[in-house]
């Protein structure tokens, strides 16, 4: 198995541009999460999916962030228009259950910078 | 509601001294716990798990964590570090009945000095 496969590895966009994350999660896996992980906040949860469903999107931090999952091998997060403040790395994260004593399994992360 | 505590944010070690890094949790039902670990610039990766079993879990790479109910701590040891295991180290504490996501510590960064 390949993993969790996230796309692109960098990023590096201009403030007010939009940009889109990329997440293909192990085969079989039914849950999704997206993290992003900065210095001072540490891993966040942003969102999460249960068979292709959004279950809660509290983490999101502003309208500027939107996530979907049209099928259970894709899943994207967006944000647009761009901040220097989004500047993070983004992780996606897929289990074959949320919580329940499964672990996640991660990918490798996306690194964004906004200038 | 769930919460973990890594107790050291920071842990420094001499090579092939023993490690510990400290976890206590906090779970309203029987709790899943994770350890995870996070090299420079890398995603992160299981080191072990417990739910429900043995109390004492081995994880890859000589790490093992010993589940203690009567104190909710789940703890990190190795005997001996090595120059490889200077890494981001993440406790992680499930609901193993519920349907509530991984909840992740703030991280203790281990240091392993030559």
């Known amino acids: 198995d390949a993993g969790v496969i996230q796309s692109p590895r960098h990023e590096v966009t201009e403030m007010g541009q939009e940009v889109t994350l990329r997440c293909k999660p192990i085969?079989?896996?039914?849950?999704l999460f997206w993290y992003r992980q900065t210095m001072m906040r540490g891993l966040e949860l942003l969102i999460y999916?249960?068979?292709?469903?959004?279950?809660?999107d509290s983490g999101m931090p502003e309208d500027r962030f939107s996530a979907k999952m049209p099928n259970a091998s894709f899943s994207t997060l967006k944000i647009q228009p761009s901040e220097p403040r989004d500047s993070a790395v983004y992780f996606c994260?897929?289990?074959?259950?949320?919580?329940?004593?499964?672990?996640?399994?991660f990918g490798s992360g996306t690194r964004l910078t906004v200038v | 509601a769930q919460s973990v505590t890594q107790l050291d944010s920071h842990v420094s070690v001499s090579e092939g001294t023993p490690v510990l890094l400290r976890c206590n949790y906090s779970?309203?039902?029987?709790?899943?716990l994770f350890w995870y670990v996070q090299h420079p610039n890398k995603g992160l990766q299981l080191l072990l798990k417990?739910?429900?079993?043995?109390?004492l879990v081995k994880g890859i790479n000589g790490f093992e964590a010993e589940f203690k109910k009567s104190e909710t701590s789940f703890h990190l040891t190795k005997p001996s570090a090595h120059m490889s295991d200077a890494a981001e180290y993440f406790c992680?504490?499930?609901?193993?009945?519920?349907?509530?996501?991984?909840?992740f510590g703030k991280g203790t960064r281990l240091s392993v000095i030559a």
């Open positions: 994260a897929s289990s074959e259950m949320q919580g329940a004593g499964y672990g996640y399994t």
């Open positions: 085969s079989g896996h039914n849950s």
């Open positions: 999916f249960n068979n292709n469903v959004p279950i809660d």
């Open positions: 779970s309203s039902y029987s709790p899943s």
């Open positions: 417990y739910t429900s079993a043995a109390t």
């Open positions: 992680v504490v499930s609901d193993r009945g519920g349907n509530t996501p991984l909840v």
